[in-house]
């Protein structure tokens, strides 16, 4: 079965201080790995997808990199309007998303 | 193009009720999602369509019907609404292939009393 944890639940930082989402996945055949960020009462909106182990992709402050086992969505000097829940899903064999719970991300001014 | 619409935003069954939340997208994508989303966790895929007249069954199906008469749109029809039931309702297309970006409409919040 296919499964995604992704951690911490919850991070708050600084304005400016950069760090790190983790998306941990077990998957049959991975054909894809996506992230979504969802603000309060939206739905997902698409960042980014990657397909194979060594992969990354860049959107402004964001840097998602890909490995065998997991994902990393990179924050680099956080601003505020980038606070939300960012999701991680992965698609196998099955041919169906499965999401991971969501971390919920806070910048502080 | 509106994207992925979905009506209404907000409802409230009481227990046995029934009800179809609606669902369209004018991009002209075969395969469409309806998950549901609870609190602090992520989505799980209820039913899918792969194009009209084809539906299929995600992971938490039971207690929901669907169906795919045009390629615009898929309805979710809950019959006799239990409070298991209450959750965040989205659906989503994508243009024609599983591996494919899913793009979400805003969602239907969804309580049952």
């Known amino acids: 079965e296919d499964q995604v944890t992704q951690s911490p639940e919850a991070l708050r930082l600084q304005e400016g201080e950069s760090s790190s989402l983790n998306c941990s996945y077990t998957?049959?055949?991975?054909?894809?790995l996506f992230w979504y960020r969802q603000d309060p009462g939206k739905g997902p909106e698409f960042l980014f997808t990657?397909?194979?182990a060594g992969e990354e992709k860049e959107k402004e402050r964001l840097k998602a990199t890909l490995t065998k086992k997991e994902s990393f969505l990179h924050i680099t000097a956080p601003k505020p309007e980038d606070s939300a829940t960012y999701l991680c899903?992965?698609?196998?064999?099955?041919?169906?998303?499965?999401f991971g719970q969501g971390t919920r991300l806070t910048i502080n001014p | 193009n509106a994207g992925v619409t979905q009506t209404p935003k907000f409802r409230i069954l009481k227990i046995g009720q029934s009800m179809t939340l609606q669902c369209a997208q004018d991009?002209?994508?075969?395969?469409m999602y309806w998950y549901r989303q609870d609190p602090g966790m992520g989505l799980k895929l209820i039913y899918y369509?792969?194009?009209?007249?084809?539906?299929d069954k995600g992971e938490v199906p039971n207690g929901y019907n669907v169906s795919r008469s045009t390629t615009e749109d898929f309805p979710l029809r809950l019959e006799l609404a239990a409070p298991s039931q209450t959750s965040v309702y989205f659906c989503?297309?994508?243009?024609?292939?599983?591996?494919?970006?899913?793009?979400f409409g805003p969602g239907t919040r969804l309580t049952v009393l």
């Open positions: 991009m002209n994508h075969n395969y």
């Open positions: 990657l397909y194979s």
């Open positions: 899903a992965v698609l196998g064999g099955a041919q169906k998303l499965v």
């Open positions: 369509s792969v194009g009209a007249g084809i539906t």
């Open positions: 998957v049959s055949g991975l054909r894809g």
């Open positions: 989503a297309s994508n243009p024609g292939t599983s591996v494919d970006t899913q793009y």
